[in-house]
């Protein structure tokens, strides 16, 4: 089954609303590519200013973090319908950076993921192992770990819209990035679970992205992978580069 490509650029807390606006600019003729969507996924300030600059381009816009209440008392926090009604369509949930950094647990991430597709948000799910794991040899048990935590009452067809992110932690801002068939093993087994869970159809609509030091120079042999649907890159989507990402 042919699955559309997905390269995503997570822009983290990097960028003014006047720098992201210019960024926009910067990439608008390199990343036009209409077999591929391609999405910034940006800090909250920016959202506005960037869904205005990227009106009319092949570019779609996503968030970086919601909280899962529709409004009421939550201070420094923004919600699913705020995202929805500024333009949003993509929503990264599970990131390494906020699980470690912001003590997200996998009971709220699953809650978030519901929470997106009830809104009408694409969540791009963030699955990944940290380096003592990966040591360890048992990345492959804390991945199906996590991906059926954070999937639990999510129905089939919404698994179907779902974009899950393979980011393995000892390869986000490192440099070191996972051989593409590391990354292919670990995306093969995300596919086979999702069969497990839920069935044969269901896995082979699903996207699975690889996250972790993609750039131009490794992307197109990472993309060559059957289970690698697409990217979900860091320090390189604030680049020229990314273009050659989505292109590569
Ligand atoms: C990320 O944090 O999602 C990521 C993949 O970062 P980098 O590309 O910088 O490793």
Redesign the pocket.
């Known amino acids: 089954m042919a699955r559309r490509r997905i390269i995503a650029g ?1 822009w ?1 807390m990097n960028k003014t609303p006047s720098e992201a606006v210019a960024l926009c600019a910067e990439l608008k003729d390199l990343v036009k590519n209409d077999a591929v969507d391609v999405v910034y996924c940006v800090p909250a300030i920016d959202i506005v200013p960037v869904v205005e600059a990227v009106k009319g381009t092949n570019v779609h816009v996503g968030a970086e973090n919601f909280y899962i209440e529709d409004k009421g008392a939550f201070t420094g926090e923004i919600s699913a319908p705020m995202l929805k009604d500024a333009g949003v369509e993509y929503i ?1 949930i599970g ?3 906020r699980r470690d950094i912001f003590g997200e647990n996998d009971i709220l991430i699953n809650q978030k993921v519901k929470k997106a597709f009830a809104s009408g948000l694409k969540p791009i799910l ?1 699955c990944g192992e940290s380096p003592t794991l990966r040591k360890a040899g048992t990345y492959k048990e804390w991945i199906e770990r996590q991906i059926t935590w954070d999937l639990d009452g999510v129905t089939a067809d919404q698994v179907k819209e779902l974009v899950i ?1 393979y ?1 393995p932690i000892w ?5 070191e ?1 996972a051989t593409a068939d590391q990354a292919e093993e670990v995306c093969a087994l995300i596919r086979e679970l999702i069969a497990k869970l839920y069935d044969q159809a269901t896995a082979d609509a699903v996207r699975i992205q690889y ?5 131009a120079g490794n992307a197109a042999e990472l993309l060559s992978k059957a289970n690698i649907d697409g ?7 604030l680049k020229p580069d990314f273009g050659q990402i989505v292109n590569a």
Do not use: D, P, R, V
């Open positions: 997570n983290k990264i990131h390494s950076e963030c992110a980011e390869a986000i801002g490192t440099g990035t996250g972790g030091s993609m750039n990217g979900l890159i860091g320090g390189a989507s």
